[in-house]
């Protein structure tokens, strides 16, 4: 397995409720692994990138409301 390459949007304000997400694997493995970014050590999860896609849709959409 490779090892993910974290990253934060650029829209955080590193106030320290961010997540990271790893896009380098989609190619290899198919997976978006996104974790907490206050536990880089912790547990991550790993989405496909029709999912997280769609989650980034829907955010776009403002189907969460206000974040």
Do not use: Q
């Amino acid at each position: 397995m490779n090892e993910p390459k974290w990253f934060k949007s650029s829209y955080s304000s590193n106030g320290g409720n961010c997540v990271e997400v790893a896009r380098n694997l989609v190619a290899t493995e198919g997976v978006v692994p996104v974790r907490d970014s206050k536990d880089p050590n912790g547990a991550h999860l790993r989405f496909s990138p029709a999912s997280f896609g769609a989650f980034i849709g829907a955010v776009k959409a403002g189907r969460f409301g206000e974040v």
